[in-house]
C-alpha cells in the first residue's frame, strides 16, 4: 500500500502538516504545498517534497500537479486540506473577504480535483480526499462564510463521488471536530476586526468565549483518520474525528430547527457574560 504519491495541500501547519509527515513515515511519496516553504521546512527530515503553493491562483496548482506527475508517472491521492475560518456577521464582513474564504475553503479544492481528474481517469484509479469540517453540517452563529464554504465543499464531494466512480476514482470526505491548529486563533482576529465597535460586539465576544471554553483534539488525530481511509479497501464516503465532532452533528440532526437556535443564542448570551467577567 506504501510508495503511492500524494499531494497535501495546506501542509505548513496543524492537519496539514501532520498528515504529510505520517504519510512520509509510513512511505507515501508527498508533496507537501503551501505558501510558506520556512514552515514546512522540518518536513524534508521525513523526505516529503515542500512545493511554494498558493492554491489561490489556478496555474500553480496546476503547476504543482503537472510536477508531481512528470516525476512519477502518475498521482494516487489528492488531499485537499487548505483553509482557514472566517468569522464575523453578515453585514459586517467585506465582500472581498467573503470571497476570500471562498477561493481558499472551496474554489482552491475545486481546481485542484478539476486539475488531477484527467491523470486519475487516465490510470483507472485515484483517491481524493476533501477534508471539509462538521461546520459543513452545523451552524453557529458569525460564522456564516465559514461555514457556508464548507457546506459547498461537502456538496461538491458528494456529487464528484457520484461522477468520479465509474472511472475507478474514489472520493473521501473528512469532517474534523474542534483541532488545536491555528484556526480558532485567525477565526478570533476576524471576530476583532470585523465586529469590534458594531452591534454585533456582544454576539461576537460570546462567540469567542464559547470556543475559548472548548476542548481541542491533536491534528494527528485527524492525520491517522486520513491514513485509514487510504488504507481501506473500501472507505466510507465522511470519516468524523476529533473533540465534539459526533455529538454537535447529531444534537443538530436530532434538535428542531428553532431549539438549535435557541441552544446557541443561549450560550453565545451566557459565554459573552463570563468574557466580560474575566476581563
Not at 486540506?81 to 464575523?88: E, K, P, R, S, T
Not at 453578515?90 to 474554489?107: H, I, L
Not at 471539509?132 to 456538496?155: N, Q, R, V
Request: charged share 25%.
Amino acid at each position: 500500500m506504501a510508495n503511492r504519491v500524494c499531494i497535501v495541500t495546506g501542509a505548513s501547519s496543524g492537519i496539514g502538516f501532520e498528515t504529510a509527515m505520517l504519510l512520509a513515515k509510513n512511505g507515501e511519496k508527498v508533496y507537501a504545498a503551501a505558501r510558506r516553504l520556512d514552515k514546512m521546512e522540518p518536513l524534508k527530515e521525513f523526505g516529503v517534497i515542500t512545493v511554494e503553493t498558493d492554491v489561490t491562483k489556478e496555474e500553480e496548482l496546476f503547476a504543482l500537479i503537472s510536477r508531481a506527475f512528470s516525476e512519477n508517472g502518475r498521482i494516487d491521492v489528492l488531499i485537499n486540506n487548505a483553509g482557514y475560518g472566517l468569522y464575523g456577521a453578515v453585514e459586517e464582513v467585506s465582500m472581498g473577504a467573503a470571497k476570500a474564504q471562498f477561493e481558499v475553503n472551496f474554489f482552491a479544492a475545486a481546481n485542484a480535483v478539476r486539475a488531477v481528474m484527467p491523470i486519475m481517469r487516465e490510470q483507472k484509479e485515484g483517491l481524493i480526499i476533501n477534508v471539509t469540517s462538521i461546520a459543513g453540517k452545523i451552524y453557529t452563529p458569525m460564522g456564516s462564510y465559514y461555514h457556508a464554504s464548507k457546506h459547498a465543499l461537502e456538496g461538491l464531494s458528494d456529487c464528484l463521488r457520484v461522477e468520479a466512480e465509474q472511472f475507478g476514482i474514489r472520493v473521501v470526505m473528512i469532517e474534523p471536530g474542534l483541532i488545536s491548529t491555528s484556526w480558532s486563533g485567525i477565526m478570533f482576529d476576524n471576530l476583532e476586526t470585523d465586529s469590534a465597535r458594531t452591534v454585533y460586539y456582544e454576539t461576537a465576544k460570546g462567540v469567542e468565549g464559547m470556543y475559548r471554553g472548548f476542548k481541542y483534539s491533536h491534528p494527528s488525530v485527524i492525520a491517522k483518520t486520513i491514513l485509514k481511509a487510504m488504507n481501506s479497501k473500501h472507505p466510507k464516503a465522511r470519516y468524523r474525528a476529533g473533540k465534539y465532532a459526533d455529538l454537535f452533528v447529531i444534537a443538530h440532526a436530532l434538535c428542531p430547527t428553532k431549539l438549535y437556535d435557541k441552544i446557541m443564542k443561549l450560550t453565545v448570551k451566557n459565554d459573552y457574560r463570563n468574557e466580560e467577567r474575566n476581563r
